[in-house]
T-cell receptor
Framework: GAVVSQHPSWVICKSGTSVKIECRSL??????MFWYRQFPKKSLMLMAT?????????EQGVEKDKFLINHASLTLSTLTVTSAHPEDSSFYIC????????????FGSGTQLSVL | DAKTTQPPSMDCAEGRAANLPCNHS???????VYWYRQIHSQGPQYIIH???NNETNEMASLIITEDRKSSTLILPHATLRDTAVYYC????????????FGKGTKLTVNP
């Protein structure tokens, strides 16, 4: 299947700093990407939907100024956690849809963020 | 909110078939049933999806009832590596349609 590369796989940062997570579709063009977060032993929670070249659509309760999403090309979307705090520590996962077919969504391997 | 109901956990013996049920009684006519699984600390892996006909691929089979209110994912010969959380998801048609995850079923394959 299609490959979605997510980087970094884990990151530790100090409280107050910003962290950028990259999500790349390696062998297909992704018109739409989705960002999720997952707390331990919980299910994935959708944070936002990003479409290439336009502003992201955030789910209710997700702060758009806190979680900046950029989808500047058909193969790259980034999530920046600004002024991170310990409560932002979580597993962040991206997902991408092939522009040739909407039916399948492929996921990255996730990024474990730990804010000290 | 997730539109599906799954048992929280199931056990299966290695080499036997694993049958994972899912209820989606409010599914609408243009919504698909998707199955993903997530092995600990990894991103979800696509397994299979279907609209109303039964589907089979190299990983699994998907059986959807005639009224489409429930479905069953079948792993024909479970291995220890199939231990994971399995998510049944109902999703509408279209590229921007989201995958909304419920709590899933934790499948444990025992030796």
């Amino acid at each position: 299947g299609a490959v979605v590369s997510q980087h970094p796989s884990w990151v530790i940062c100090k409280s107050g700093t910003s962290v950028k997570i990259e999500c790349r579709s390696l062998d297909f063009q992704a018109t739409t990407m989705f960002w999720y977060r997952q707390f331990p032993k919980k299910s994935l929670m959708l944070m936002a939907t990003s479409n290439e070249g336009s502003k992201a659509t955030y789910e209710q309760g997700v702060e758009k100024d806190k979680f900046l999403i950029n989808h500047a090309s058909l193969t790259l979307s980034t999530l920046t956690v600004t002024s991170a705090h310990p409560e932002d520590s979580s597993f962040y996962i991206c997902s991408a849809r092939d522009r040739q077919g909407w039916e399948k969504l492929f996921f990255g391997s996730g990024t474990q963020l730990s804010v000290l | 909110d997730a539109k599906t109901t799954q048992p929280p956990s199931m056990d299966c013996a290695e080499g036997r078939a694993a049958n994972l049920p899912c209820n989606h009684s409010t599914i609408s006519g243009n919504e698909y049933v998707y199955w993903y699984r997530q092995i600990h600390s990894q991103g979800p892996q696509y397994i299979i999806h279907g609209l109303k006909n039964n589907e089979t691929n190299e990983m699994a089979s998907l059986i959807i009832t005639e009224d489409r209110k429930s479905s069953t994912l079948i792993l024909p010969h479970a291995t220890l590596r199939d231990t994971a959380v399995y998510y049944c998801i109902v999703r509408g048609q279209g590229g921007s349609e989201k995958l909304v995850f419920g709590k899933g079923t934790k499948l444990t394959v025992n030796p």
